[in-house]
């Protein structure tokens, strides 16, 4: 028969999923945390996700064009990491920053090794550390309150009622940092301080709601507990995002604070309020799940979820830094061949 | 009793079922003007062929003798007279010594087909060397030599005989018509197999996605007072894999590198089962099979039972020929089958059927880098890393991607059925298990 016929090796089908999908699975995952971002810090939100989303693609583009590579901006994961940046960053930076760390993530993060699939760390949060690391008052100084509420996620009305203002211009996680630290020296604390961090802790733990929804200071895209879930629902349910690290992650982040994050000492620790404030949902769901820079074994999956909760802890415990969720997940990119070597499953067949 | 679940194994992948024939009964396929029967249709050493151009042939005649213990010898499909002893295609690739006859439609049958009812009063030795003067090589793909599996050595005894029913293929029906229109045949040959062996205990294992199948072999069982017991297995890919097939019914797991016989297990497909009975009871020679004939580019797709050396082009005009949109010939089930490129090759021993895929369904995406997903990790059924071998033997560290688990790859497709980055992996395991024999060769005869 003079037909020609199509060759290729078995198998014959497939089961339909292409990276694009899976980058624009994990775009559309995104959308509601960007509406949130909009909702809650207003136009300027938006700004800072179509700038950090379109210097990415424009800088993927410009660095295969200057390589003479297949253009590949189509394929979905620039604009997730260009979102991810813009979801890193406080809505009061100035506009050149989010387009920058999207630069330095493609470029440098990315391209430099070789392109998607050869970066060993996820490019988005090495564009947030190149920012965090050049301009840190930029990057550390919120003054954004989100609409309808206030900096620390306490209600207004509550900081007024309790004369609370001079101690709650700051997100959640600072203001506990600097309340273990005032609450752990009452001897030589200022009283007035002293009784007025301890009322600020109270009304924090009794602000679970705000920092579920949203209304609370921070990087534009990690505030709303909720928006984020939605979309890691979605993910999980396509299966584009696996149980096993943001399970690990969560729950160690939920162990160690509970024993170690108190300040009443040991087993005092709220583990709900560190879940739900910072940035660990957004890194849990959406950025230690980076397929690219996870390990691919099973338990292998585990132990860098838990490697990331640990370094989350240290840093915001002890460290010098409110918040560790960008770093641990940097760190711990760097150990996933390691893991991933050390963990292979056992063969079936293979003597236990 | 207690109350037997749906057992399985873990990984696995849950390819569309596309079972088109499920409910089409086996039909005769009208005899084709000309056979080709290649006379290496099994693993093993190549039949030698004792026929010449000229000869006239009977149904059942030999005309490939077997050469060693593991070869099997072949038969006339047809009556007629034998026109060449020529190398032709050969639906494994490549180009096999081959016996062509041309079918003189008289459909006669050769004078040896003696049946004999006291083919259970014959000693295991006996049954055995009529299985292998028959012919027969495993139906379910593989077609390894039939009387070497039936031949363990003493140290290491069967108790365990499994069945395979599962037909775990998306298309494939030619098993699952068998078992609905042959079951007692297919017992009957169970019940030599458990003679020859000695066996305790007999696994009938079937998808959970064929009810009427396990009705009716469980019928069939009882009506019959054999002691076999039929298992349901979830429907999954590659349920009907040997390994895989062993830890679900038994929870054993085959060593690495070894075989079912090491944990006292035998497979044995149903096609099988049925050629073993008409071996011993019919001493009918194996000359003809059920394929299942499918896919999108066929028009009217059906189970036929049909001469061995049929060529595909036959089979399609038998089922209103070839679409339009025709894209893909494929020998086998899409999981593991071998794309033809023409349809001028043979039905052999191992042809469960030919899929025919649409042009769409038949284009492959251009391979991406692997983005690490692991999701050819969650579905490999040996437990493999796949992604971490195929990038060893991209780099050609074969040694290294042995030790990962290259040799125990299956080639059951699973990874590259769920890679979102399209990566050829199955091409990539074979090509990696070709280099490993290779330098292993070298290595041995540099130090002999
Ligand atoms: S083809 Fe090999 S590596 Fe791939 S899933 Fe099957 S056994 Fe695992
Ligand atoms: S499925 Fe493909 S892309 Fe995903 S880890 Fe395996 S090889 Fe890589």
Redesign the interface.
């Given at each position: 028969?003079e037909?020609e016929?199509?060759?290729?090796?078995?198998?014959?089908?497939?089961?339909g999923?292409?990276?694009p999908?899976?980058m624009y699975g994990v775009v559309l995952a995104l959308l509601p945390a960007a509406v949130g971002a909009v909702y809650f810090f207003g136009l300027k939100a938006l700004w800072i996700i179509l700038i950090a989303s379109a210097a990415a693609i424009g800088s993927e583009a410009a660095v295969q064009a200057a390589l003479h590579k297949r253009i590949t901006i189509a394929d979905g994961s620039a604009l997730v990491t260009g979102i991810l940046v813009a979801f890193n960053v406080p809505a009061s930076v100035p506009l050149w920053m989010p387009a920058l760390g999207a630069i330095f993530g493609i470029v440098v993060g990315k391209h430099a090794f070789?392109?998607?699939?050869?970066n060993p760390m996820n490019p988005a949060l090495l564009g947030r550390a190149f920012l965090l690391a050049s301009w840190p008052t930029h990057m550390t100084v919120f003054t954004a309150a989100p609409r309808g509420g206030s900096l620390s996620g306490i209600e207004p009305a509550t900081i007024s009622a309790l004369g609370l203002d001079a101690v709650t211009q700051a997100t959640p996680l600072k203001l506990l940092k600097g309340a273990r630290e005032v609450l752990a020296n009452s001897a030589v604390a200022d009283p007035a301080k002293y009784a007025d961090y301890a009322k600020a802790v109270n009304a924090l733990y009794d602000s679970y709601g705000n920092l579920f929804w949203g209304k609370v200071g921070g990087c534009i895209g990690e505030t709303s507990a909720f928006l984020l879930l939605v979309g890691a629902l979605f993910l999980l349910y396509k299966?584009y995002i696996?149980w096993k690290i943001p399970f690990a992650y969560l729950g160690t982040v939920a162990l160690l604070s509970w024993i170690f994050a108190g300040t009443d000492g040991l087993f005092s620790g709220k583990p709900l309020f560190h879940l739900l404030s910072g940035g660990v949902m957004l890194g849990a769901f959406y950025m230690a799940t980076d397929?690219?820079?996870?390990?691919?074994?099973?338990r292998g999956?585990l132990l860098f979820g838990a490697g990331c909760g640990v370094i989350t802890m240290i840093i915001r415990l002890i460290g010098g830094y409110p918040e560790g969720v960008c770093y641990s997940i940097l760190l711990m990119n760097l150990t996933v061949p390691l893991l991933?070597r050390s963990t292979?499953?056992?063969?079936?067949?293979?003597?236990k | 009793m207690r109350i037997l679940q749906h057992r399985t194994f873990s990984g696995g992948?849950h390819?569309?079922q596309n079972k088109l024939t499920a409910r089409l009964p086996i039909e005769d396929i009208v005899p084709p003007p000309m056979v080709v029967i290649p006379l290496q249709q099994h693993l093993g050493a190549p039949a030698e062929p004792v026929c010449q151009v000229g000869d006239m042939v009977k149904i059942g005649d030999k005309i490939g003798e077997a050469k060693g213990f593991v070869s099997v010898p072949c038969h006339a499909s047809v009556s007629g007279t034998v026109k060449a002893v020529e190398p032709r295609l050969h639906p494994l690739g490549g180009k096999v010594l081959s016996v062509v006859i041309e079918n003189d439609g008289k459909g006669e049958v050769s004078p040896s087909l003696v049946p004999d009812d006291g083919y259970l009063e014959r000693s295991p030795d006996e049954l055995r060397s009529r299985i292998r003067e028959a012919g027969l090589a495993g139906m379910g793909g593989a077609a390894f030599p039939t009387h070497v599996k039936l031949s363990p050595p003493a140290n290491k005894p069967i108790d365990t005989l499994i069945i395979n029913g599962a037909e775990c293929e998306?298309y494939l029906t030619s098993d699952h018509r068998l078992m609905l229109e042959h079951p007692r045949e297919i017992l009957a040959g169970v019940q030599v197999i458990v003679k020859i062996l000695g066996c305790k205990r007999c696994f009938i294992a079937i998808e959970d996605n064929k009810p009427d199948a396990i009705e009716t072999m469980r019928r069939a069982v009882a009506e019959g007072g054999y002691p076999y017991q039929v298992l349901p297995f979830r429907a999954k890919y590659p349920q009907g894999a040997e390994?895989q097939l062993i830890?679900a019914a038994t929870g054993r797991?085959?060593?690495?590198g070894?075989l079912p016989m090491d944990v006292g297990c035998l497979v044995h497909n149903v096609g099988t089962a049925k050629a073993i009975y008409e071996a011993v009871a019919l001493r009918k020679p194996l000359v003809e099979r059920v394929v299942t004939v499918t896919g999108a580019g066929v028009r009217s797709p059906k189970n036929l039972r049909v001469p061995l050396g049929t060529p595909f082009?036959h089979l399609f005009a038998q089922c209103g020929g070839l679409s339009e949109d025709?894209?893909?010939?494929?020998m086998g089930g899409?999981?593991?089958?071998?794309?033809?490129?023409?349809?001028e090759v043979p039905v052999i021993k191992g042809t469960s059927g030919v899929?025919v895929?649409s042009?769409a369904?038949?284009?492959?995406?251009a391979p991406?880098?692997?983005?690490?997903?692991?999701?050819c990790?969650d579905a490999c059924?040996?437990?493999?890393?796949p992604?971490?071998i195929q990038t060893l033997v991209r780099h050609e560290r074969f040694g290294m991607a042995k030790t990962?688990?290259l040799l125990?790859c299956i080639?059951c497709?699973?990874c590259?059925?769920?890679?979102?980055?399209?990566i050829?992996f199955?091409?990539l395991m074979?090509y990696g298990k070709m280099k490993v024999y290779q330098l292993e060769r070298a290595a041995g005869a540099k130090s002999a």
């Open positions: 028969m037909q016929r199509y060759l290729s090796a078995s198998p014959h089908v497939s089961d999923e292409s990276i999908k899976i070789g392109g998607l699939g050869y299966r696996g397929m690219v820079t996870s390990p691919v074994t099973f999956r991933d292979r499953p056992r063969i079936l067949g293979e003597k | 992948v390819p569309p998306p390994k830890k797991e085959v060593p690495r070894g082009a025709a894209g893909k010939i494929i899409p999981m593991m089958g071998i794309a033809q490129f023409s349809d899929v895929l042009k369904e038949s284009k492959v995406p991406h880098p692997c983005i690490g997903c692991a999701r990790v059924p040996m437990k493999l890393v992604t971490h990962y688990g125990d080639e497709g699973c590259g059925f769920v890679c979102p980055a399209g050829p199955v091409h074979k």
